[in-house]
């Protein structure tokens, strides 16, 4: 993808609990061009992704990217505020736990 159209962060939440291995949950939240903030839909998709990991142990939360938009140092300073709205909005929500940030390239999407 070229230019600054509607794009994606993934993240990814896997979480476990004491003796137990919790189901991991992932989601993607779309942006409008050029915007970092979070519209209605991807607040409700984060809230729901974040009740799902309530009362875990502990939470690894993984953000990621799309490589181009890393890669270029225009477009990195969005994809950090992107990244923090997102990560805001589920710490708004009670997740609490390690934050690893990486392109879309390493992450494993299930359809």
Do not use: W
């Not at 794009?7 to 915007?35: D, M, Q, W």
């Not at 805001?88 to 359809?111: L, P």
Request: proline share 3%; hydrophobic share 35%.
């Amino acid at each position: 993808m070229g230019g600054d159209g509607a794009r994606y962060t993934e993240a990814s939440v896997r979480e476990s609990k004491l003796g137990e291995t919790c189901t991991p949950v992932a989601f993607r939240i779309y942006f409008a061009p050029g915007s970092a903030r979070l519209n209605d839909e991807a607040r409700d998709t984060i809230d729901t992704a974040t009740r799902q990991v309530t009362g875990c142990a502990t939470v690894e939360m993984n953000l990621a990217a799309d490589p181009d938009q890393i890669a270029d140092a225009s477009q990195r300073r969005r994809v950090s505020e992107r990244s923090v709205a997102i990560l805001s909005e589920m710490r708004r929500h009670g997740a609490e736990g390690d934050v690893y940030v990486r392109d879309i390239s390493h992450t494993v999407i299930a359809a």
